[in-house]
């Protein structure tokens, strides 16, 4: 049982229930229709749906980089060690059938494919990724940015449906946000977190990249790090994690009104530690020193995509 809880990465899971959940929260202030809430079974029906598609897309790509694993990853190596090959497989077929299903209720009770075609464009590029792309050149790094980047656009989908399925009433949105364009507010922001977590997830996995470059050269993977080189690829990491930090300010800016370091706390972090990546990355040579590189990335990840529930705190109390 502990090496199966290992094998869906539950860290990695943990953090996308931790942003559905608080970004829906955070949506419920902007909503007057009273079936749009965290506590409906729609709701948590999405959450376990993208849980469990997430969870299978980790067995499967633990399936098929048993190899690379075994070079680059010897500690963490699970399937064919601890948990049979046969038994990962099936895991990662149910885990799908269950999403998919889920997927279909939804799209009946919500009146669009929305979802049916998201939990299934999901599963298969989980599956192609793992087998053939994340092998090739920055479009496998691409794929699994835009997947994790998907997981805001789930839930504004949902409250942005559900409103507009209900009537509309004519309302003023709730201070500190100020933007004139009622309901699409909620995919406007949306959208927000979905770049911010695909710019900063596509950095993420090019940091791995780097990381893995020496197992991914014995193993003749055509990524990045090995078609470039680490010098260049370094290079175009710090250009993403330079984009990431120009295209957030302008938005958060242009989205917040009375801005304060209070409002901006969680965003400040984030961009601390981006920063940090970017003063250390020209530095890094060895696989602890980008080891490093990626936990900053990942509390940059961790600390941006909180903001929603920071900001519902701030609207209640502050």
């Not at 996308?16 to 829906?24: R, S």
Request: glycine share 4%.
């Amino acid at each position: 049982m502990i090496n199966f809880i290992k094998l869906i990465r539950p860290k990695n899971l943990f953090l996308i229930i931790l942003t559905m959940y608080g970004f829906g929260w955070f949506l419920e202030e902007f909503s007057f229709c009273l079936s749009c809430s965290i506590k409906s079974l729609e709701f948590n029906l999405i959450v376990l749906s993208t849980i469990f598609i997430a969870a299978a897309g980790n067995i499967i790509n633990d399936y098929f980089d048993v190899k690379a694993d075994r070079i680059n990853k010897p500690e963490r190596l699970i399937i064919g060690k601890y948990i049979k090959r046969r038994v990962a497989i099936l895991t990662h077929w149910i885990l799908n059938l269950i999403a998919f299903i889920i997927a279909i209720y939804l799209s009946w009770y919500l009146n669009t494919f929305f979802y049916l075609f998201i939990h299934l464009l999901s599963i298969n590029c989980l599956w192609y990724y793992s087998v053939y792309l994340k092998r090739k050149i920055l479009i496998g790094n691409i794929i699994f940015a835009l997947l994790t980047g998907l997981v805001p656009i789930l839930v504004g989908f949902y409250f942005y449906t559900e409103e507009t399925n209900h009537i509309i009433y004519n309302y003023d949105f709730v201070q500190p946000f100020e933007l004139n364009t009622k309901i699409n507010f909620i995919l406007f922001i949306s959208l927000i977190l979905s770049v911010f977590a695909f710019t900063l997830n596509l950095a993420y996995e090019v940091a791995k990249d780097i990381h893995d470059m020496n197992g991914d050269k014995k193993l003749k993977y055509n990524t990045l790090a090995v078609h470039f080189g680490c010098k260049k690829t370094k290079i175009i990491l710090m250009t993403i994690l330079s984009i990431t930090i120009v295209f957030s300010l302008i938005l958060f800016f242009f989205t917040i009104k009375n801005i304060n370091i209070i409002t901006l706390f969680p965003i400040l972090i984030s961009g601390f530690f981006v920063l940090i990546s970017l003063y250390k990355l020209p530095r890094s040579k060895s696989k602890s020193d980008f080891k490093k590189i990626s936990l900053y990335i990942e509390l940059a990840i961790i600390s941006g995509l909180i903001n929603p529930t920071y900001w519902k705190i701030l609207l209640i109390y502050g």
